[in-house]
């Protein structure tokens, strides 16, 4: 399996009773048709993805969409993923490198402390709410290794935000500042360990209770993640050298210091 494209070599069911076939890549927002109707991907059909495409830059939600191939190899036409199972949640779609000569407020800029530390490569994964985000490439066998083991206990681990740049800090931070509507904690821009790329916020729903939450506080250090923020149950850091030595002594304290 690729770490980067984690979709390649699986295979995923048709969910949605009306999945649409739309033209080909180049005219992704028309549907094919069949005389006066549209040609549709029963539901319940296993499909292997050929190819993905992110329209828009993948920056909007639902907006991936995938090239379905049956498994006997017969091609069925480029669909939206929301109409798998699943929808593409936690997928890996690709390494995103460093552009030339990128700076400190670029998009592979990593942070911490207030220092810049330099570039990164970054991986882009589908969220919880079906947008392209990015995790450090440096975390992935962890959180991939994790979400594995997750996915065989039943749990399926999502990411709602993970590794940002120093404007998507800056606009968190902003928005927490001003107290908009649907802004979290959010540190300072320079300062946030979502910026070094260590820091992953899962969806855990309100936390202790929720089966996702309850599997991350047993097993999630065993995989190098665990809690570090008082109120946030929700924020994850993935630091398995950390980890282990947290775990010989029984310890994982969370401050009130948002980072
Ligand atoms: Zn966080």
């Known amino acids: 399996m690729s ?23 180049e005219e992704i927002n028309s549907f094919a048709r069949s005389g006066n109707d549209f ?8 499909v292997i993805v050929r190819e993905v495409f992110l329209l828009d830059n993948g920056a909007a939600a639902g907006r991936i969409f995938a090239l379905a191939q049956a498994a006997d190899g017969s091609a069925l036409g480029w669909t939206s993923t929301r109409n798998l199972a699943g929808s593409f949640r936690n997928e890996t779609l690709g390494l995103v490198k460093p552009g030339r000569g990128a700076g400190r407020f670029g998009p592979n800029a990593a942070w911490s402390r207030g220092k810049y530390l330099g570039q990164i490569e970054l991986v882009k994964i589908v969220s919880t709410d079906l947008k392209i985000r990015h995790i450090a490439l440096g975390t992935i066998d962890d959180y991939t290794t994790m979400s594995v083991a997750a996915a065989e206990a039943g749990i399926r681990l999502t990411v709602n935000s993970g590794f940002r740049s120093y404007p998507e800090q800056k606009f968190l931070w902003d928005g927490y500042q001003r107290k908009l509507p649907g802004f979290n904690l959010a540190a300072k821009p320079g300062i946030s360990n979502h910026q070094s790329g260590i820091a992953f ?59």
């Open 201 to 259: 916020d899962l969806d855990v729903a309100g936390g202790p209770g929720n089966q996702t939450y309850d599997w991350l506080a047993m097993r999630g250090p065993d995989f190098g993640f665990f809690r570090t923020v008082n109120r946030e149950f929700w924020h994850w850091e993935c630091d398995p050298i950390r980890a282990r030595q947290l775990a010989s002594i029984n310890t994982f304290k969370t401050s009130n210091v948002i980072v």
């Open 3 to 25: 770490v980067f494209e984690s979709f390649r070599d699986k295979i995923f069911r048709v969910a949605d009773p009306d999945a649409r076939v739309r033209v080909s890549r």
């Open 39 to 46: 040609i549709r991907i029963p539901q319940g059909q296993e």
